[in-house]
């Protein structure tokens, strides 16, 4: 029962949790999202580019990593990077690839996939007329899109983008199965060495809340500002 | 690339003594189907409940729907099945708490529970989204033709909501597929469990995933083809996607 909470265990764990554990899971939150963002828009773009093979490799490779379960992926790189590292620098040997650089690029390869769609739903979005107009202006496809319509098309989807990478924010938890130290990681440890999982893992679970609540409160009041330009 | 190919292996015994890897994998697949099934009807009877408490003339179900969704929503999911898995049967008064822990199969249940109640308040975000999306002079017909409140949800509110949220509700089903993984944490061997254990006994860690990914796509495959049928069947006429 509650009777025996100690509090104390969670304050002596705050530093170790916040500046080991919340460290990661944030830089990895925002170095994945800013990484699937590029990827995924890559990804759109190659989708919608009219080139029928580009856009099918890219097709299949968004419905690939949708179908797959993100721990089972998460398992698949942390196994496959450094021999894909061992290929690209030829070493005799499969590469060490750190806990962190291992995670990154799962989070940023599994996410592209989802940023692919959201960012293709953008693209959409964006009225004929104005790509029309653009090269009509005589921009060229690079500039068009760099300057007419991924610019409107990040705009129209940043609740959505920003809705995902709570998503993603949540979704960091699962390297715990690689024992990696983010936060729940973190919590998870000093759990099991004081034989404090209650305090520990509610702890845990109140800070993702309040930090993806506030998160999405601010998404609605974003929503709220940007709404209806047209 | 100096890694052993050797995908004989499947057909190699397991150390477990249950038949060979490929059994070991595809006991996997049934457990992973199983939990997915079961966390599957809680999420729809309690997504629907909660969904269309969101829509009820009525303030404090309304308020009751949203802080709902947020309390599911707002934490990962691999943090409530521990919630579920470690702490709840501390909280409970001590003997129920005892039960808990004792029970077969405990990893089965927390499993199919946590990932049901997770999905749940996607389900419940989606009905919401189906039900307001009919236009509202529906409500008001049955209402003018006297219907109750519940005979209105029942007789035509939902069976058009449902209809509409039926694409969006299968890759909600399709998530739930996925997400009863996260349940190898909590030591349930559902297929990527099993191919993570294939991999630790034999070291044949390319093999183990490839065939558990092809399974997931196998299943992805099969749900996709059947709720296409379904969704035919029951499209409703004079919709764009009617017959």
Known sequence: ?230 | MNYNWNWGIFFQPNPMGTGTYLDMLLSGLALTLKTAALAWIIALITGSIVGVMRTLPSKGANWFGFLYVEFFRNMPLLVQLFLWFFVLPELLPKGAGTWLKQLPNAPFWTAAIGVGFFMSARVAVQLQAGISSLPRGQRMAATALGLTTVQGYRYVLLPMAFRIILPPLTSEFLNTIKNTAVAITIGLLELTGQARSMQEFSFQVFEAFTAATILYLLVNAVVVTAMRFLERWVAIPGYITGK
């Open chain 1, 1 to 230: 029962m509650l009777g025996n909470f100690d509090f104390d265990v969670i304050r002596r764990a705050l530093p170790y949790l916040f500046y080991e554990g919340m460290t990661f899971t944030l830089t990895l939150t925002g170095l994945a999202a800013l990484g699937g963002l590029i990827f995924g828009t890559a990804l759109a773009l190659m989708r919608l580019s009219g080139l029928k093979l580009l856009g099918r490799i890219a097709g299949i490779y968004v419905d690939f990593m949708r179908s797959l379960p993100l721990v089972l992926v998460i398992f698949w790189f942390y196994f496959l990077v450094p021999y894909i590292g061992q290929w690209l620098t030829g070493a005799s040997r499969p590469i060490s690839v750190g806990a962190f650089a291992s995670s990154l690029i799962t989070f940023i390869m599994f996410e592209a996939a989802y940023f692919s769609e959201i960012m293709r739903a953008g693209i959409q979005s964006i009225s004929r007329g104005q790509p029309a107009a653009a090269s009509a202006l005589g921009l060229t496809y690079a500039q068009t899109m760099r300057y007419v319509v991924l610019p409107q098309a990040f705009r129209n989807m940043l609740p959505v983008l920003i809705t995902q990478t709570i998503v993603l924010f949540q979704d960091t938890s699962l390297v715990y199965v690689l024992s990696i130290t983010d936060f729940l990681g973190a919590a998870s440890k000093v759990a099991q060495r004081d034989g404090r999982l209650v305090e520990m893992y509610l702890f845990a679970a109140v800070v993702y809340f309040t930090i993806s609540c506030i998160a999405s409160f601010g998404v609605r009041r974003l929503q709220a500002r940007i709404a209806i330009i047209r």
